[in-house]
């Protein structure tokens, strides 16, 4: 006879069975976010998500920070056609050329964005630096996508961003908390609320 489950209540897309989503899930998905940087490389790699799971990504999220020098947009504006083939030559990452170079412009958009605002007070200004906390009881409560990430989707692609459309956009909203999409019946949805009610906007 085996014992009552000891897992938490959680959200069903991360599953039981990997350590590592689960622990995204439960440290991570949907506490509020202020570091640029952090920011930069979660929108890289919404991005590089796009038409794969997320746990292919998370699985290489630090081989994607070694080879991307840690997400420094200064270094990635300096990149030449040997970088690229590096990255394309690079198991380790997703090896799509398309958005590798939408990363490169992407680290470009960022520096001239962030010479009159910084990236997280510019993407929390979306949402007027106030978290929006759902109440989802399934999966079918979650969006896919909204008006605020349309909005900032169009702000984004104005600066010169790409990889960066409604759908990808709301996934970064999730990842930083600006929205709180843990179902009411999980046990992160309470504990993230605490502190996106606490939370103030950079």
Known sequence: MTGPSTQPSRC?????DDPLYTHYHDTEWGVPQTDDVTLFEKLTLEAFQSGLSWLTILKKRENFRKAFHGFDTNK?????QKDVDRLMADAGIVRNKAKILATIDNAQAYEALTK???FAQYLWEHVDGKPIINKPKSMADVASQTDISLAMSKALKKEG???????TMYALMQAMGMVNDHLVTCHRHAPCAKLQRAFRAP
């Open 116 to 118: 009159e605002t910084p």
């Open 161 to 167: 961003f790409r990889f960066v459309g409604p759908t």
């Open 76 to 80: 990635i504006t300096r990149y030449k």
């Open 12 to 16: 069903p897309w991360p599953g039981v």
